[in-house]
């Protein structure tokens, strides 16, 4: 959490640590978070139980893969190499 607030800082502030490593990390750091999303008791709740084939990890591998190709999309300002980025990795 320190981290990833002292990167958000740094490149919002301009410093010189380059645009790609940070925002690649910023981006896996948010996917991160949102993978615990479909797993929350709330959207459970409302939107009915997960498969029982599929488990947290795979949520985990997806959410962060999607979140670095947005930073990735976003450092380069090049949104199929975002994809491309995906598609590589998964």
């Not at 490593?21 to 709330?42: E, K």
């Amino acid at each position: 959490l320190a981290r990833l607030f002292g990167v958000t800082c740094a490149v919002a502030s301009g410093l010189a640590v380059g645009p790609e490593g940070p925002m690649i990390f910023i981006g896996a750091c948010t996917g991160r978070l949102l993978s615990q999303i479909p797993s929350h008791p709330a959207v459970c709740r409302y939107l009915g139980r997960l498969p029982s084939t599929v488990n947290e990890h795979l949520y985990l591998r997806d959410y962060i893969s999607t979140g670095s190709a947005c930073g990735i999309a976003a450092a380069f300002r090049a949104p199929l190499a975002g994809t491309l980025f995906v598609i590589e990795e998964a």
